[in-house]
């Protein structure tokens, strides 16, 4: 693929200085880019490349001053990394597209095939299951039977979407994950042993959600687990049955959200939270990773810390407190010793 400097800059909106008629063939930081390549600079601390940089085409803020003259042309926008991760999803479009149906797969003589669909080998698709026009779905894929997938999607290679799970529009789900399988629940019995509770439900992913490689989302008892639009969860993450994570809201790895937990919209967990079940987190909240929420938050727009979390200015005071334990020990031990002291003078 190849393009002009004045192409990149009609897609972008931009303004152009220099060289409109350069040609660039391939992505890469302004920091390593060599001729041919197309680069941005959004970060001030990267400024100093700018003028040592090989890239044939910088993306730069409309904003930003030249200290002194650079040999790149420059493509002018409002905001230099929300524009290069346009052209980052144009590059990734044009080299993944993929049309066709590959053999050997199979699909069910019930199923609903959409247009300009990309289907991989070694794929299945259930009984009665549809696939909207223009996803892909690649290679070893399992899509059970009454799944729903929407238009313009993207599984990646070894997704598992267990039956009647339904996905939405613009939904992209990476390698590796397991979407619908049971739910954990056990009743427990009178010898102590454990009985398998039937997970009858399914799930929902509504339309523009990511799902990263190897996370898990499981199909509710009854009823629904719904990832509402827009929510992006990273790899390894755990879902549980009849779990809602809110629009927009995003969680980072290794997390885990226990059964019938909801997380509110505009949430931002981190990395290695755990939530318990049946609890409510109010839209807004942002959550420090390996945190501990045990309880539900109400309030909106808050920041927490901790296990069992607490506010995150309280979490951080007590984090200051708690690298003086030494210190603090270390003066007890000798106040007890004065006042040992005090109390027999004799000794």
Known sequence: ?????????????????GNGDVKVFQLA????????????????????FLYT?????????????LEKPVNATLIRVT????SFSVLLEKYNSIKLHKVGIEQPSFIDPSAKIGKDVYIGAFAYIGVNAVVGDNTKIYPQSYIGDGVQIGE?????????????CVVGNNVTIHSCAVIGSDGFGFAPQADGSYKKVSQIGNVIIEDEVEVGANTCIDRATMGSTVIKKGVKLDNLIQIAHNAEIGNNTVIASQTGVSGSAKVGENCIIGGQVGIVGHITIAKGNQVQAKSGINRSIEEEGKKWGGAPATSYQNFMRSRVVLQRLPEMEKKIEELQKALTKLQNPSS
Do not use: R, W
Request: glycine share 4%; hydrophobic share 40%.
């Open 152 to 164: 313009q999607s993207t599984l990646y290679a070894g997704v598992k979407i267990y039956h009647d």
């Open 1 to 17: 693929m190849q393009f002009t400097a004045k192409e990149i800059c009609l897609l972008l909106n931009g303004s152009l200085e």
């Open 29 to 48: 930081k302004i920091e390593e880019a060599q001729e041919g390549a197309l680069s941005f600079l959004a970060n001030p601390k990267y400024a100093p």
């Open 53 to 65: 940089t090989s890239a044939s085409v910088v993306i730069v803020n409309e904003d930003f001053v």
């Open 79 to 82: 905001n230099a990394y929300s």
